[in-house]
């Protein structure tokens, strides 16, 4: 889809649940490609037909310039790059994720192993979810990096130029880009009509990070663009609306915690059983990071204790 002159966005498969993933591709030279798309077949034969319909060939791509490191948004990276010898820039904080995929992959799927058992849930469940994590490790590939990309620099995508705004939660280096026209690139920062999960993208790298990417919305709405590309979904025109509705969101969900707590001590995994249901097993880690990022803020805040108990959390109100 043509967005304006010298700019594209491709609505790209990956067969994941969050359905398909927005590449945006700058037409001018240096060629920038916006986020890729996960390494499967499909996906790299909706890129090259849609790069066709531009006149142009994944060849011709002379800078790839990524939003995150999750693999739904570099997969593809490394097999452009070979095709087309462009140079690629990734957020400082999630290099590794890029460059050491598969070793650092291998070392977030055993935390997160461990951060759903310590949070209650059952060995068989974590079992199941880790098997979805063998099948999405698939979907990406190491990718040499040229260089790393801070908040403030600025990067020329075809005949536009991109200011980077460090914007961490979803992941530890989620980064937005802003043009002087008023163009927000937001990767999954902003995702219309959704929240977007913080999956310990906090800037230490090891918290949850709801709190980082609740200051990251501040941050967002602040530099008020004009209009907001995600990373899925349509373009959102109204970020004062969208930041009111997350933060309204994350309001009812921790009273809503709170009040289930009233009930006395439980398990995280506990609380998410009582949120949320049933989930399907590709949505069980996302239910717990949820959990486990509103109890960080609530017991910053005082308002619950977290303990260990045979190795597993239990959530008491203070």
Avoid: W
């Amino acid at each position: 889809m043509r967005l304006r002159e010298g700019l594209c966005r491709f609505d790209l498969p990956t067969r994941l649940p969050i359905g398909t993933v927005n590449v945006y591709v700058f037409t001018d030279g240096p060629v920038t490609v916006l986020d890729t798309g996960p390494n499967c077949p499909e996906c790299y034969d909706a890129f090259r037909a849609q790069m066709k319909e531009t006149g142009l060939a994944p060849a011709d791509v002379e800078r790839i310039l990524l939003t995150h490191g999750h693999v739904d948004h570099h997969g593809l990276a490394e097999t452009i790059r070979k095709e087309s010898g462009a140079e690629l820039l990734v957020p400082e904080a999630d290099r590794e994720m890029v460059e050491d995929y598969k070793d650092e992959f291998a070392a977030r799927r055993r935390m997160y192993a461990a951060e759903a058992l310590k949070a209650g849930a059952p060995p068989a469940t974590v079992d199941l979810v880790m098997g979805f994590f063998e099948y999405l490790v698939t979907m990406g590939e190491p990718a040499k990096v040229t260089r790393t990309v801070r908040g403030g620099d600025e990067i020329p995508a075809g005949n536009t130029v991109l200011k980077a705004h460090h914007t961490p939660g979803h992941s530890s280096g989620s980064t937005c880009y802003l043009s002087a026209e008023g163009e927000l690139f937001a990767g999954d920062t902003l995702l219309k009509d959704m929240t977007p999960n913080a999956a310990f993208g906090g800037v230490d790298r090891s918290s949850v990070g709801l709190a980082d990417y609740v200051a990251s919305l501040h941050r967002v709405r602040a530099l008020k663009p004009k209009v907001v590309h995600p990373g899925h979904r349509a373009a959102l025109d109204d970020v004062g609306a969208y930041v009111r509705f997350s933060l309204d969101q994350y309001r009812i969900r921790q009273e809503t915690i709170l009040r289930l707590l009233q009930g006395g001590p439980t398990t995280p995994f506990e609380l998410v059983d009582r949120l949320f249901g049933t989930l399907p097993i590709e949505e069980v880690l996302l239910g717990v990071t949820e959990v486990l990022g509103h109890l960080e803020i609530l017991a910053r805040e005082g308002a619950v204790v977290l303990n260990a108990e045979k190795d597993v959390t239990v959530v008491r109100l203070r």
